[in-house]
């Protein structure tokens, strides 16, 4: 994999913007950049549409007084991308270099070059690495308990984790279900101390400790018995004696953490100690000028469809200003 000198190409093959990933920031920012007439170009990875095609029914993104399905909500995303006039090419990323302008950046497919770079490659979800746990994934078992604790009304779920957002989460989870079991495969929470006293406050939270899910049992579908219905419960087995025993439970959310999509962008751009990269406080900016960054992959807070499809805003915004004061850049046709 080797990068070309700027001098091999020539302007016609410079894109004004790159937009790396196809979830929410992406697409919006696709959106943004090409009613703004920059004729962006979107990347879109090995997952299309982004972590919403992992999930069913999305019920808190606004513009919609039914729940929507998380699929069906990116299509309606890229589609209104492709409309306004980006162009969306099927490919992964593997290499950057920002040290050199045209920024470059080394596709599966082939070499992209562009004056300003959008990075919306999203985080990706640790889960327990169980079959049962990805059959059932958007059928009862979620990783995120903002999104899908309201489907768990009344309902017994267990929550798997032993940090803040396993914490924060089971706390969540318990203004909505009957009772809500955390389950950690050691004998203490790594939770701060005043989030653990607020969950062991709580009637309806219950702890397991050193367990660990082994499997999720649920329901076949009765026309269809390859797909799945729904979780009826998980097994767990004890870490100290392995002995195993099955918990009935409509739901499990993991919460053992995310791993941001930065691996390629590493040696290129600053990272916390979590490897999510680092913008400018307020904007998308990051220490290069021209690359600008949106959504999860720069955000283990927030980690909302609304709240990246809003950062994909600000970074197009962004990458428009930054355009605007580079001379040579102008609007008509890059690369087709
Ligand atoms: C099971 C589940 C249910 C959820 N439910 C909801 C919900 O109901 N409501 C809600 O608001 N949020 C929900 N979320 C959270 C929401 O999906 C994320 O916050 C949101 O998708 C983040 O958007 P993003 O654009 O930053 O990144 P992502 O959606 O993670 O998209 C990242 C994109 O980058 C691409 N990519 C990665 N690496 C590369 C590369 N090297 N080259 C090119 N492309 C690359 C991927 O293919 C993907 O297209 C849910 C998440 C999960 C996992």
Known sequence: MTLESPSAFSNQDILNTLIIGAGP?????AIYLARYGRN?????????????????EVENFPGFAEPIQGPWLMDQCRDQAM??????????????????????????????????IIISTGAATKWLDLDSETFYRGHGVSSCATCDGRFFKDKDVAIVGGGNTAAE??????????????????????????????????????L???HKVVR?????????PALPGKVTGIVVEN??????????????????????????????????????LLSTPGSSATSIPGVFVAGDVQDHVYRQAVTAAGQGCMAAMDAER???????????????
């Open 322 to 336: 930054f355009l605007q004061i580079q001379p040579q850049h102008h609007t008509q046709d890059m690369v087709q």
């Open 239 to 276: 870490t100290l004696s392995q002995e195993q025993t099955s918990l009935p439970m409509d739901g499990l959310f993991v919460a053992i953490g995310h791993s941001p999509n930065t691996d390629i962008f590493k040696q290129a751009l600053p990272t916390d100690s979590d490897g999510y």
């Open 169 to 206: 989460e089971a706390i969540f989870l318990s203004q909505h279900a009957k009772t809500v079991t955390l389950i950690h495969r050691r004998d203490a929470l790594r939770a701060d101390k005043v989030l653990q006293q607020r969950l062991f406050d709580i009637p309806k939270v219950r």
């Open 25 to 29: 920031a992406g697409y919006t920012a």
């Open 40 to 56: 962006p170009l979107l990347v879109t990875g090995m997952q299309p549409g982004g972590q919403l095609t992992l999930t069913t």
């Open 83 to 116: 409309a306004c006039g980006a162009k969306i090419e099927y490919d992964t990323i593997n290499a950057v270099d920002f040290g050199v302008r045209p920024f470059q950046c080394i596709g599966d497919a082939r070499t992209y070059y562009a004056h300003s």
């Open 208 to 210: 397991l400790w050193n």
């Open 216 to 224: 999720v049992l649920g329901t076949t579908q009765e026309h269809n």
